[in-house]
């Protein structure tokens, strides 16, 4: 009964834990309005740990972490705050949930 109950834990927590953007080092979320106008875009790790992101009443395609495609407009770059290195962005098919926040775009370095 230990074994099973065990495993039972096991399986359930392997399902929680599936990554985000499989293949992909970042995610990041769909806008979150803060209110009076404040907007929030969370980037989440595979683990869907929020590792960066940008609070903004601005643009935040011209605010320089996040570059934008033409129109239909998605972010297609991400710069990390930290590090400053660049990724490149797009949706996926296979991209998931964090929380209630549904994931936009994977962001990838190619070495670039």
């Known amino acids: 009964m ?3 109950a065990s495993l039972a834990i ?3 927590l392997g ?3 599936g990554a985000i953007c499989p293949g992909f080092n970042y995610a990041i979320g769909n806008v979150i309005p803060e209110g009076n106008g404040v907007n929030r875009w969370n980037v ?3 683990s869907c740990n929020v590792v960066d992101g940008l609070t ?3 643009n935040p395609c011209t605010e320089g972490i996040f570059g934008c495609s033409p129109p239909p407009i998605i972010f297609d770059q991400y710069t990390n705050s930290f590090t400053g290195l660049i990724y490149a962005c797009r949706t996926d098919p296979n991209s998931g949930v964090c929380g209630g ?3 936009s775009v994977c962001c990838r370095n190619d070495g670039n």
Do not use: K
């Open 44 to 46: 989440y790790d595979d």
């Open 2 to 4: 230990r074994i099973t």
């Open 15 to 17: 399902v929680n834990v």
């Open 101 to 103: 926040d549904v994931i």
């Open 10 to 12: 096991l399986v359930a």
């Open 56 to 58: 903004t009443t601005q």
